[in-house]
T-cell receptor, first 114, second 112 residues
Framework: AQSVTQPDIHITVSEGASLELRCNYS??????LFWYVQSPGQGLQLLLK??????LVQGIKGFEAEFKRSQSSFNLRKPSVHWSDAAEYFC????????????FGKGTKLSVIP | NAGVTQTPKFRILKIGQSMTLQCTQD?????MYWYRQDPGMGLKLIYY???????DKGEVPNGYNVSRSTTEDFPLRLELAAPSQTSVYFC???????????FGPGTRLTVT
């Protein structure tokens, strides 16, 4: 069964600092991978996705993520964090063959210190 | 183009009451989904639909029912509400398989 682990429940960074949020997945084949962001009181918004091809993918709001098959990871990065990036971030994988279900990680909450 | 809309935004139910959470999308998406989000637990799929008249269970369907009579609407019905159904509920839609899902703003439900 597919699964997603986000090891960090809460991360605090200073504005202007770089950011890396970790995501590890378990999946039987080449995965479809996603990062979503949820601002307080809002729904989820897709930041970026990986299906195939270039392992470094660019998303909205200056985010990027790198797929590393050997490490089963899909870490999210941003070179310089803005206060407006404070939110909760979810990594997701799937769907598996014959399935319509994405599997979400439990999320990483990002706090930004001005 | 409103995207995915959900009503109500907040609701308090008493144990044993019933209610319907409304979800509408105006993007002509075939696929629609209902999730619940509990603190520290990520999102769990309740039900999904691949088109009008076709629905199926997700990971946590017990205590819920859905219908899909039109492409636009995908209501979620709670019968005999229980405290375990206290959660935030999100509706989402996608044009094709769940590669890029668009989420509504959510409904915060409390059952007491």
């Amino acid at each position: 069964a597919q699964s997603v682990t986000q090891p960090d429940i809460h991360i605090t960074v200073s504005e202007g600092a770089s950011l890396e949020l970790r995501c590890n997945y378990s999946y039987g084949a080449t995965p479809y991978l996603f990062w979503y962001v949820q601002s307080p009181g809002q729904g989820l918004q897709l930041l970026l996705k990986y299906f195939s091809g270039d392992t470094l993918v660019q998303g909205i709001k200056g985010f990027e993520a790198e797929f590393k098959r050997s490490q089963s990871s899909f870490n999210l990065r941003k070179p310089s964090v803005h206060w407006s990036d404070a939110a909760e971030y979810f990594c997701a994988v799937g769907p598996g063959a014959g399935s319509y279900q994405l599997t979400f990680g439990k999320g990483t909450k990002l706090s930004v210190i001005p | 183009n409103a995207g995915v809309t959900q009503t109500p935004k907040f609701r308090i139910l008493k144990i044993g009451q019933s209610m319907t959470l409304q979800c509408t999308q105006d993007m002509n998406h075939n696929y629609m989904y209902w999730y619940r989000q509990d603190p520290g637990m990520g999102l769990k799929l309740i039900y999904y639909s691949v088109g009008a008249g076709i629905t199926d269970k997700g990971e946590v369907p017990n205590g819920y029912n859905v219908s899909r009579s039109t492409t636009e609407d995908f209501p979620l019905r709670l019968e005999l509400a229980a405290p375990s159904q206290t959660s935030v509920y999100f509706c989402a839609s996608s044009l094709d398989r769940p590669y890029e899902q668009y989420f509504g703003p959510g409904t915060r439900l409390t059952v007491t």
